[in-house]
């Protein structure tokens, strides 16, 4: 499985591929930081994104596109740029049909360290390490992509049981309700043949 992991940001977003196999081998095949002035307009900021987006989507063709989902910050403004990046993203995915998910900055934590409470410089350490790679990727939004693809190799298999355990649920669920209606109309015709011999 070929996961593009993004570290959405306006003026930095990281961009990771790696190639998944069955249990936690993981192999990193590209990653880069696409950055955008601060003072350039926001519609040409996320234009450069989306462009960006686009390209990494062709090149390397993932099968699916995971992206860190976005928490209110005390900066406002950052917290919506990152969201509207992300955002960017996730329409260039979806454009293609290719699946999009979106994982919490503790669940990407949690999965690469251990820990939902380790700092950039731990997780870093541990893509370097998971990833074999020669040296640390740099600026801190290139290793937060590749983690963030990680995340979704190792949590993928849970994350389809769950939607099969909740399409399950659903299907019983349907079944139940259609035996329901079923039953309320049998005894709601009976009802109404027996009033109307009553009235005999």
Same mark, same amino acid.
């Given at each position: 499985?070929?996961?593009?992991?993004?570290?959405?940001?306006?003026?930095?977003?990281?961009?990771?591929?790696?190639?998944?196999?069955?249990?936690?081998?993981?192999?990193?095949?590209?990653?880069?930081?696409?950055?955008?002035?601060?003072?350039?307009?926001?519609?040409?900021?996320?234009?450069?994104?989306?462009?960006?987006?686009?390209?990494?989507?062709? #090149?390397?063709?993932?099968?699916?596109?995971?992206?860190?989902?976005?928490?209110?910050?005390?900066?406002?403004?950052?917290? +919506?740029?990152?969201?509207?990046?992300?955002?960017?993203?996730?329409?260039?995915?979806?454009?293609?049909?290719?699946?999009?998910?979106?994982?919490?900055?503790?669940?990407?934590?949690?999965?690469?360290?251990?820990?939902?409470?380790?700092?950039?410089? #731990?997780?870093?350490? +541990?893509?370097?390490?998971?990833?074999?790679?020669?040296?640390?990727?740099?600026?801190?939004?290139?290793?937060?992509?590749?983690?963030?693809?990680?995340?979704?190799?190792?949590?993928?298999? +849970?994350?389809?049981?769950?939607?099969?355990?909740?399409?399950?649920?659903?299907? #019983? +669920?349907?079944?139940? #309700?259609?035996?329901?209606?079923?039953?309320?109309?049998?005894?709601?015709?009976?009802?109404?043949?027996?009033?109307?011999?009553?009235?005999?």
């Amino acid at each position: 499985m070929r996961v593009l992991g993004v570290d959405p940001g306006l003026t930095r977003c990281g961009f990771g591929v790696v190639d998944g196999s069955n249990g936690r081998v993981v192999r990193p095949i590209a990653v880069d930081v696409v950055r955008t002035p601060p003072d350039m307009a926001l519609g040409s900021r996320l234009l450069l994104i989306s462009d960006a987006a686009e390209l990494w989507i062709e #090149q390397h063709k993932p099968q699916v596109v995971a992206i860190e989902r976005v928490f209110a910050q005390h900066n406002v403004s950052t917290a +919506m740029g990152t969201a509207q990046a992300g955002g960017i993203v996730a329409v260039a995915a979806a454009r293609r049909g290719i699946p999009v998910f979106f994982h919490t900055p503790s669940e990407v934590k949690a999965a690469v360290t251990g820990s939902g409470n380790a700092d950039k410089a #731990q997780v870093t350490a +541990m893509v370097t390490r998971i990833l074999n790679l020669k040296e640390a990727p740099k600026p801190a939004d290139a290793a937060d992509a590749l983690a963030i693809a990680i995340c979704h190799c190792w949590r993928a298999p +849970m994350i389809e049981r769950l939607a099969k355990a909740e399409a399950m649920a659903a299907e #019983q +669920m349907r079944k139940y #309700q259609a035996k329901l209606a079923e039953t309320t109309r049998v005894e709601a015709g009976r009802a109404e043949i027996t009033k109307k011999a009553g009235s005999r």
